[in-house]
């Protein structure tokens, strides 16, 4: 084990990502095993000003007594009780992540951890995404770019006792670890490394649109900013033009769409549009009209409100004038 190289790993991480400032002062949040142990020290190492805090939760009995007295003399943790009794890991998590909010937190979550979350959400939720670099509330990563393997080797290269938790087994996280994973590890060698490939695309994406493409739900619409929304309705994803005032005059496309009129606004379709004052869906219309379904994203409705008052081409109003130019 290289611990220097590893210790790169952590410090190119956590530059890349800005989680801690040069030197500064970070509390790490410390259970005793092998994640943490190798966190609270690397950081040390690494010259950031490293105090420890372990939470007992006192569901263990002497095992939890065992675990922060270990935190607090071979760390030097600070230990906070807490009674977590009948808590979901959900609420125990929150509990420990509750103190103490004002300094900057980290974890020793690890790219192991991070597979067991994508693999957990998705079977849970339908969504690959996985755990945060840093949470709304400020608490950070700096692992995520190892493995769990690797903390292991790098407290026993550093000469550091950790402690294993015996409860971990009977966890959700606990199960996907011990069966799922070594299922999928004798599907493909590389399965771990491939699950995390899925979350590369969203790394490169906006937040909006990440969400977006991780909503369970059917159907969902985010404003990219700049007039452009993105939509999605289960397997379709297009790009729409957001909804542009009708002042005059609008260029839609092809389409040259001019009134007079107040109040008037220019967009796309969206499924479930109706005509104003009737029952037709608009797509009845394209339908009737014999529009391909591929141009039907990207053609103009004039509207006042919710309510669709035009269709180009299709559907006329008094006081709208639409004309189509055609590429010769």
């Known amino acids: 084990m290289d611990v220097e190289a590893l210790r790169e790993r952590i410090e190119e991480h956590i530059r890349r990502h800005d989680l801690i400032e040069p030197g500064g002062e970070v509390c790490c949040l410390v259970s005793g095993g092998a994640d943490s142990t190798c966190l609270w020290h690397a950081l040390g190492a690494l010259g950031y000003r490293t105090s420890a805090l372990h939470v007992d939760h006192g569901l263990r009995g002497a095992e939890s007594d065992d675990d922060a007295r270990f935190c607090e003399e071979r760390l030097g943790a600070d230990v906070v009780r807490l009674d977590g009794a009948g808590m979901s890991e959900a609420e125990l998590r929150d509990q420990r992540y509750s103190v103490p909010r004002s300094m900057l937190r980290a974890t020793g979550h690890t790219a192991s951890d991070q597979v067991e979350t994508i693999l957990y959400r998705l079977a849970a939720r339908g969504s690959a995404t996985g755990i945060e670099v840093r949470r709304a509330d400020g608490v950070v990563r700096p692992l995520l770019s190892l493995w769990r393997a690797e903390t292991e080797a790098y407290c026993r290269a550093e000469g550091l006792e950790f402690r294993v938790d015996s409860s971990n087994a009977d966890t959700k996280r606990g199960l996907i ?69 009708l002042a005059g005059e609008v260029r839609w496309g092809p389409w040259r769409i001019r009134s007079e009129l107040e109040g008037l606004r220019v967009r796309g379709w969206r499924p479930g549009d109706r005509l104003a004052g009737r029952k037709k869906k608009i797509q009845d219309v394209f339908v009737d009209a014999k529009i391909p379904r591929s141009e039907r994203e990207a053609w103009p409705l004039v509207v006042r409100g919710d309510d669709v008052v035009a269709v180009p081409g299709i559907v006329e109003a008094d006081g709208i004038v639409a004309t189509r130019e055609v590429n010769e």
Not at 200 to 227: F, Q
Request: hydrophobic share 40%; net charge negative.
């Open 177 to 245: 670890r011990d069966e799922i994973v070594p299922l999928l590890r004798r599907l493909h060698p590389a399965a771990e490394e491939n699950v995390l490939r899925v979350l590369d695309v969203r790394e490169t994406l906006s937040p909006v649109l990440a969400e977006l493409l991780a909503s369970p739900s059917g159907s969902m619409r985010v404003d990219l900013g700049g007039g452009v929304q993105a939509v999605r309705e289960y397997d379709r994803l297009w790009l729409e033009d957001g909804p542009v005032d």
